[in-house]
């Protein structure tokens, strides 16, 4: 009996897990990202609440992002189901507290199933807009 209600318990655990972090119970976690010091000293030069930097950033995250991360950020993006990696949740608390360099380099360098935007998005000003806007993305 006591077995019967551990396996029990450890399945609500595991599924609570799982729901807290939305993902997908057939995606996988990526692991940690290697980034190098070049990016992570980089800095977003647009001041928090830039309105017009969020609104060309949403206009481009629509366009490049939404499919796979989602409308809100979440990794429910109707492309997001056929990757194996989940693509991550931008609403997340430690996705806000990642660096603005990190997260530079992670969206426009890209690894594995993230593809490298360095030439679909090739203007800095749209590539920090789109970081600015991703800020916004909180829960």
Not at 97 to 107: Q, R
Request: aromatic letters at 12%.
């Amino acid at each position: 009996m006591k077995t019967r209600i551990f396996y029990l318990v450890m399945i609500f655990v595991g599924s609570m897990a799982f729901s807290a972090f939305n993902v997908p119970q057939d995606q996988k976690i990526g692991g940690a990202w290697d980034v190098p010091a070049k990016y992570k000293a980089m800095v977003n030069p647009n001041k928090k609440g830039d309105a017009d930097a969020e609104k060309l950033g949403k206009t481009l995250y629509a366009k490049h992002c939404r499919s796979c991360h989602g409308n809100t950020g979440l990794g429910d993006g109707p492309k997001a189901k056929n990757l194996e990696t989940f693509p991550g949740d931008f609403s997340s608390a430690s996705f806000q507290s990642t660096k603005d360099g990190d997260m530079y380099y992670m969206s426009f360098i890209g690894r594995d199933e993230m593809p490298n935007f360095e030439k679909n998005i090739s203007d800095e000003e749209s590539r920090w807009a789109i970081i600015s806007y991703m800020r916004t993305l909180k829960k």
